[in-house]
C-alpha cells in the first residue's frame, strides 16, 4: 500500500511551458513537503504546507485538504528545472514521512 | 551548499560488514533526520533525533542503529549489511522538534555499495 502516489512519473516539456505535478495522498497528514532532486543526487526542500498555497518564483505549490490532493505548478518553464520532483507527507501521530515515487521532469531548449 | 555534512561521500564494503556513517547538521539546528534512497524503494524515512532524544521512527531495519550526540552530530550504525542495503543516505536537519513551519536542509548523501 503506497500512501503517497504522484503523477506523472516522467514528463518532457518544452522550454516555456507550463508544468502541474500532482500528488495524493490516503490519510490525514500534518504537512506536505515538495522536494527537488537533481540529476547529481542533491536534494533541497522546495515547500512545506499545511493548507492553501504557496509561491516561491517560478514555483507554486498548492494543498487542497478535503481532497487530499497537492499540486506542484512551475511557470515559463526552464531546462534547469529539469529535475526529480518528490512530494513527501508527514502523518501524526508518529511524525512519519512517507515519499512519493517522483517525478522525473526534462524540459528541452 | 545546504551547510549539513556528510561524510564518508562514498562507502565500499562487503556483506555482513559494518559501517557507520556521519552527519553534521547545520549550526544551531537541532533535529536530525536520517533517509535512505534505494531504486527499488524510492526514499524511506529512518529515523529523526532532536537535541540528543529519538523523536520519530520509520522504516529502519533492527540491523540498523543511530545517536545523536551533545555536539548535535550524528552517527547511522548499519550492521550485517547485505546487498539490498545499497542505497544513498542522506541526513537533513532543521532548527526545531519537526513542527509544521521547520525547512529540512538535506546532506549531499553517502552512496554505500554493499559487494
Known amino acids: 500500500k503506497n500512501e503517497v502516489e504522484q503523477s506523472p512519473q516522467n514528463l518532457t516539456a518544452q522550454e516555456g511551458e507550463f508544468i502541474t505535478i500532482n500528488c495524493s495522498y490516503s490519510?490525514?497528514?500534518?504537512?506536505l513537503h515538495w522536494l527537488q532532486q537533481h540529476p547529481g543526487g542533491g536534494i533541497v526542500s522546495l515547500f512545506m504546507?499545511?493548507?492553501g498555497k504557496k509561491k516561491h518564483g517560478r514555483l507554486i505549490a498548492t494543498i487542497n485538504i478535503q481532497e487530499k490532493h497537492s499540486s506542484l505548478h512551475i511557470t515559463a518553464s526552464h531546462p534547469r528545472d529539469s529535475a526529480v520532483y518528490i512530494c513527501?507527507?508527514?502523518?501524526?501521530?508518529?511524525?512519519?514521512?512517507?515519499f512519493g515515487t517522483g517525478t522525473s521532469l526534462t524540459v528541452i531548449p | 551548499d545546504s551547510g549539513v555534512t556528510q561524510t564518508p561521500k562514498h562507502l565500499i564494503t562487503a556483506t555482513g560488514q559494518r559501517v557507520t556513517l556521519r552527519c553534521s547538521p547545520r549550526?544551531?539546528?537541532?533535529?536530525v533526520y536520517w533517509y535512505q534512497q534505494s531504486l527499488d524503494q524510492g526514499l524511506q524515512f529512518l529515523i529523526h533525533?532532536?537535541?540528543?532524544?529519538?523523536?520519530a521512527k520509520g522504516n529502519i531495519l533492527e540491523r540498523f542503529s543511530a545517536q545523536q550526540f551533545p555536539d548535535l552530530h550524528s552517527e547511522l550504525n548499519l550492521s550485517s549489511l547485505e546487498l539490498g542495503d545499497s542505497a544513498l543516505y542522506f541526513c537533513?536537519?532543521?532548527?526545531?522538534?519537526?513542527?509544521?513551519?521547520?525547512?529540512?536542509?538535506f546532506g549531499p548523501g553517502t552512496r554505500l555499495t554493499v559487494l
Open positions: 513527501a507527507v508527514r502523518f501524526q501521530p508518529g511524525n512519519q514521512f512517507y
Open positions: 490519510v490525514g497528514i500534518s504537512a
Open positions: 549550526s544551531g539546528d537541532l533535529s
Open positions: 504546507l499545511s493548507s
Open positions: 533525533y532532536y537535541n540528543g532524544e529519538e523523536r
Open positions: 537533513a536537519s532543521s532548527v526545531g522538534i519537526g513542527a509544521i513551519t521547520d525547512t529540512q536542509y
